[in-house]
């Protein structure tokens, strides 16, 4: 009987070796969660990001029955937050709210500590969302026609304000410099409400700036908008032009998605996303995104893949050929 015994002890081993214990996996993910999940916003509290990413916690939580916790790790442009989620356990316990500045990273500092796309498992994109091209009232364009007429003849310096360099505001400015062969300068300000601000006080030209700050001072009259930069009108905004009605290909299009780390077992990611779309198809999930100027998404995690790709790859081609650096 001992030798009986030994011998069940070797088989068991080369069983665990060699993966014979696999039908567990299912069962695990099937479980999952059995303990509470740590969302990590690359944000401090309040603010969109934040937002977003609480109203996908809470929902989430309730519909796993386990608590999903927020934490905001507010540092260099999401980087830290984006290294913690990497050197976490594939385990599902810790998923990443990223968004465009993500992609935008790889283009602007030569030695990211990690790849944006391929140390990540992605999961889906939640929303994407335009930004809104607006100029001070008193300034001659009427419409975006005027506005490229205006911009390529410009008389004296030509500047263009931004939340700041690396921003959604900042890049879009920079790719209209290239497409409309314009040569503005950027002044990069600490937020869309400073340069705002200025904008409305005519201390610079133009500004693409978030729908959300931007569309209230439009329709108050206080600036006025020229166009979207979404490849076509947004709905709802039908009377505001995009850009690429004047400029074939242009779209600046900013996202929010949820990421895992890398090598995410298949059941999970499954799971999670199915959950994650669930919720966003929900009429007041649908509501609050577009109350807040984004659209839902809720793509595959190879279709979120791809689009991370093609973003980096837009974005490292417009800061190689604008010449645009973080300082």
Same mark, same amino acid.
């Given at each position: 009987?001992?030798?009986?015994? $030994?011998?069940?002890?070797? /088989?068991?081993?080369?069983? !665990?070796?060699?993966?014979?214990?696999?039908?567990?996996?299912?069962?695990?993910?099937?479980?999952?969660?059995?303990?509470? %999940?740590?969302?990590?916003?690359?944000?401090?509290?309040?603010?969109? *990001?934040?937002? #977003?990413?609480?109203?996908?916690?809470?929902?989430?939580?309730?519909?796993?029955?386990?608590? /999903?916790?927020?934490?905001?790790?507010?540092?260099?442009?999401?980087?830290?937050?984006?290294? @913690?989620?990497?050197?976490?356990?594939? =385990?599902?316990?810790? %998923?990443?709210?990223?968004?465009?500045?993500?992609?935008?990273?790889?283009? #602007? @500092?030569?030695?990211? &500590?990690?790849?944006?796309?391929?140390?990540?498992?992605? %999961?889906?994109?939640?929303?994407?969302?335009?930004?809104?091209?607006?100029?001070?009232? $008193?300034?001659?364009?009427?419409?975006?026609?005027?506005?490229?007429?205006?911009?390529?003849?410009?008389?004296?310096?030509?500047?263009?304000?931004?939340?700041?360099?690396? $921003?959604?505001?900042?890049?879009?400015?920079?790719?209209?410099?290239?497409?409309?062969? !314009?040569?503005?300068?950027?002044? &990069?300000?600490?937020?869309?409400? +400073?340069?705002?601000? =200025?904008?409305?006080?005519?201390?610079?030209?133009?500004?693409?700036?978030?729908?959300?700050?931007?569309? +209230?001072?439009?329709?108050?009259?206080?600036?006025?908008?020229?166009?979207?930069?979404? +490849?076509?009108?947004?709905?709802?905004?039908?009377?505001?032009?995009?850009?690429?009605?004047?400029?074939?290909?242009?779209?600046?299009?900013?996202?929010?998605?949820?990421?895992?780390?890398?090598?995410?077992?298949? &059941?999970?990611?499954?799971?999670?996303? *199915?959950?994650?779309?669930?919720?966003?198809?929900?009429?007041?999930?649908?509501?609050? %995104?577009?109350?807040?100027?984004?659209?839902?998404?809720?793509?595959?995690?190879?279709?979120?893949?791809?689009?991370?790709?093609?973003?980096?790859?837009?974005?490292?081609?417009?800061?190689?050929? $604008?010449?645009?650096?973080?300082?």
């Amino acid at each position: 009987m001992k030798t009986c015994r $030994s011998a069940f002890g070797v /088989v068991s081993i080369f069983a !665990v070796a060699l993966g014979w214990v696999a039908p567990m996996a299912p069962l695990q993910a099937a479980e999952y969660p059995t303990r509470p %999940i740590r969302l990590i916003i690359p944000a401090a509290p309040g603010g969109t *990001t934040d937002g #977003l990413g609480r109203i996908f916690g809470a929902r989430l939580s309730e519909v796993f029955g386990q608590q /999903v916790v927020v934490d905001n790790r507010p540092s260099a442009s999401g980087i830290l937050a984006a290294e @913690i989620t990497r050197a976490a356990a594939p =385990d599902g316990y810790t %998923i990443f709210l990223p968004y465009t500045q993500h992609t935008v990273n790889a283009a #602007l @500092i030569k030695k990211l &500590p990690y790849h944006p796309v391929n140390d990540f498992t992605p %999961i889906t994109q939640l929303t994407e969302a335009g930004l809104l091209l607006v100029i001070n009232p $008193s300034s001659p364009p009427r419409n975006l026609k005027e506005f490229l007429d205006w911009t390529r003849n410009f008389k004296g310096a030509l500047n263009f304000g931004s939340a700041g360099i690396g $921003s959604g505001g900042h890049l879009a400015g920079e790719l209209y410099n290239i497409m409309a062969g !314009v040569k503005a300068q950027h002044i &990069p300000y600490k937020g869309t409400g +400073p340069a705002l601000i =200025d904008l409305m006080g005519g201390q610079f030209q133009y500004n693409f700036a978030g729908l959300l700050g931007a569309l +209230p001072l439009a329709r108050s009259g206080k600036l006025r908008a020229i166009a979207v930069t979404t +490849p076509k009108r947004i709905p709802g905004l039908d009377d505001i032009p995009a850009m690429a009605e004047v400029l074939p290909g242009f779209s600046v299009v900013g996202w929010y998605g949820i990421m895992a780390p890398p090598r995410l077992p298949k &059941p999970l990611v499954t799971r999670l996303h *199915t959950e994650l779309v669930k919720i966003l198809r929900e009429p007041e999930t649908d509501k609050r %995104i577009r109350a807040a100027g984004g659209t839902p998404v809720g793509n595959s995690p190879e279709e979120f893949r791809q689009f991370l790709l093609a973003d980096m790859a837009k974005w490292a081609d417009v800061v190689k050929k $604008s010449g645009a650096k973080v300082e």
